[in-house]
């Protein structure tokens, strides 16, 4: 049973470029959620995709958008990076119910910008 | 805002004692909550899940919930080495929303 993909695992950009991260749900499960690590903090709610529309959105500016597909697979694109969006980007995923099914992580993708 | 607190510690414990995280929740709305380990370098694990007051036991692991009191705690007991890591509290309502992670230390 596949768990969480998530590609690449590691990536190095510089400020003002674009990036765009890739998730494959864990089998059975419908519904992607991404977040941000920075070093030493929580992960920090950037969105969820469910019927390949955003659901929900925490507090992240509109130059972080998404995309889910109709195999449930999802990226997360980041325009005009900045140095403060170096950090671990996790993606999650759970099936249709958000509030009572427990989110599964992927391995992560770690982003540097110099 | 909703927030999640945690002391982030560390917490040293000796290893076969009790280990106690403890974290509270600011938005009374949620209505789910997960205890996830999360070790150096790597991605957050799912430990339990609790969406009652009251007790859930799995294994070392019990996992306490107090609506009232928007206070939830993870006891491990027999603590191993192997359960060093940062433990990671978090909340659902409109996503999930974590507090910053008590580091734990089990000393052998």
């Known amino acids: 049973d596949a768990g969480v993909t998530q590609s690449p695992t590691h990536l190095i950009k510089t400020r003002g470029q674009q990036v765009t991260l890739r998730c494959s749900p864990k089998s059975g499960h419908d519904t992607v959620s991404w977040y941000q690590q920075a070093l030493g903090q929580g992960p920090q709610f950037i969105f969820q995709?469910?019927?390949?529309?955003?659901?929900q959105r925490g507090n992240f500016p509109d130059r972080f958008s998404g995309h889910q597909f109709p195999n449930y697979s999802s990226e997360l694109n980041v325009n005009a990076l900045l140095l403060g969006d170096s950090a671990l980007y996790l993606c999650?995923?759970?099936?249709?119910?958000?509030?009572?099914?427990?989110?599964?992580f992927g391995d992560g993708t770690r982003l540097s910008i110099l | 805002q909703k927030e999640v607190e945690q002391n982030s510690g560390p917490l040293s414990v000796p290893e076969g004692a009790i280990a106690s995280l403890n974290c509270t929740y600011s938005?009374?709305?949620?209505?789910?909550f997960f205890w996830y380990r999360q070790y150096s370098g790597k991605s957050p694990e799912l430990i339990m899940s609790?969406?009652?007051?009251g007790d859930k036991e799995d294994g070392r692991f019990t996992a306490q919930l107090n609506k009232a009191s928007q206070y939830v705690s993870l006891l491990i007991r027999d603590s191993q080495p192997s359960d060093s890591a940062t433990y990671l509290c978090a909340a659902s309502a409109d996503g999930l929303t974590f507090g910053k992670g008590t580091h734990l230390i089990i000393q052998p």
């Open positions: 999650a995923s759970s099936s249709t119910d958000m509030d009572n099914q427990p989110q599964h």
């Open positions: 995709y469910y019927e390949e529309e955003e659901r």
């Open positions: 609790i969406y009652s007051n």
């Open positions: 938005d009374r709305g949620s209505q789910s």
